[in-house]
């Protein structure tokens, strides 16, 4: 039986005169990989911001296994479980990788659950790039990067990891890479919320899909019913 980790209601946010999001209503459930999709402007990256306590927002709540975290401080957020990646992967770029992921890992929240990367090492071995340990993150190619970002994120030790963008700027074979990789994670307790506008990335990873439009929710579901909900076919198709 599936459960809501994170409940977000009627989540709100103006900036000036724009309303970026005007009321979402969203649960995720856990074990769950769920995508929210949009057109350019519907509110993902400030939904984003806003659960991951970048932004404060305007109103409504957000509830972590029913506790109201709502506003807390990024570092409050991330320290209840929730993870997260940059569209921009946050590295040390002077430092070599394995040094990156070590100090990712001495910020690591105390959990009493079972956590299946113990060390750096372990770490790097399940992203795949062991063999790039002793390089300085600042010369990996741009694919290599993002996967570095997953291993920082996932070195917090969340329960819940929020992917934004993760595969904007990677080529077919390393969205692959990376589809496989992601797809792993509800098998060692991690459930997934990747936010992106990319439809066949969603196809790949996703079972259940969320469409945002002006900052409303207007689609939640199956991921197959959604697409052929007529109006998400009339937000990507311009119809
Ligand atoms: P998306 O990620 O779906 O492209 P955003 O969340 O970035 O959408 O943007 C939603 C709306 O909020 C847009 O109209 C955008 O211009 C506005 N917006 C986002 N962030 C800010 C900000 N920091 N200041 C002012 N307006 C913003």
Partial sequence: MMSAIL?????????????ALAGVDLAIQEGEILGVVGP??????????????VHKP??????WHGRDITGLAAHQISGVGIGHTFQQAMAFPGLPVIE?????????????????????EALLRFVGLSDLAGERAGVLPF??????????ALATRPSLILLDEPAAGLNDKETLALVGLVKQLPEHGISVC???????????????????DFGSKIADGPIRDVLNDPKVLEVYLGG
């Fill in 58 to 63: 305007s109103g409504g709540r957000v509830l």
């Fill in 40 to 53: 350019n402007g519907s509110g993902k990256t400030t939904l984003f911001n806003v659960v991951t306590g």
């Fill in 100 to 120: 990156n992921v070590r100090i990712a890992c001495e910020h690591a929240r105390r959990s009493s659950r079972a956590y299946p990367w113990t060390t750096p």
């Fill in 143 to 152: 694919g290599n990067l993002r996967l570095l970002g997953i291993a920082l």
């Fill in 7 to 19: 409940q977000i209601e009627g989540l709100r946010k103006q900036f000036g005169g724009v309303t």
């Fill in 194 to 212: 990747v936010i992106d506008h990319d439809m066949k990335l969603m196809q790949m990873l996703c079972r259940r899909l969320v469409v945002l």
